[in-house]
């Protein structure tokens, strides 16, 4: 018998936080309001009634992947008399994040979307600032002329392409074995061999 949340006054975070679990447990493809209903114990017209569709709520939680993401990267402290070690540690974060929340990493860069919402436009934008800000710095300690906004493209390509390769191949798995190295130790590697 299903529990009566409906009326418990925090339902839509309920929900969200329902919508999360499933994510992380079934990921996209399998995702659907019906079960999301289930895991918050509410029928599923209560579900509907906070959302529209499933798009919506995969948008919002593509928006709190961002958010998350943006947070671990600002938790990395900027260091003046060691940017490569700053630099290498952004980088690491956004790796270990794919690796750790691949459900959530898949949603928020291989979903394309026709029309955002200014929700996710944004958690995007912020997240993104944080590693221009950080190449900004990188760049700046390091008396580099390189233009900040280039280079933020080229980290975020490695960084990004390291990712998808990992959670889409076994290649720098067997690799980092081939060298001794686990997967973080070689994203290590070669994140020090672009500075």
Known sequence: MKKNTYHHGDLKNSIIKSCHKLLQKK?????SLREVATLSGVSHAAVYRHF???DEVLEILSSIGFDRLKSL???????????????????LVYIQFALKNPNYYKLMFQTKREKESNQLKQSKLRSYAVLVHGCRFYLKTK??????RSFALMAWSLVHGFSNLSLETNFPETEGKRMDQS????????????I
């Open 27 to 31: 990921g996209v493809t399998d995702f």
């Open 52 to 54: 529209q569709h499933k």
């Open 73 to 91: 990267q600002k938790k990395v402290s900027k260091d003046s008399k060691n940017p490569d070690e700053y630099f290498v540690k952004l980088g």
């Open 143 to 148: 008396k580099r002329k390189e233009n900040h």
């Open 183 to 194: 997967q973080i130790q070689l994203a290590e590697t070669i994140l020090r061999y672009s």
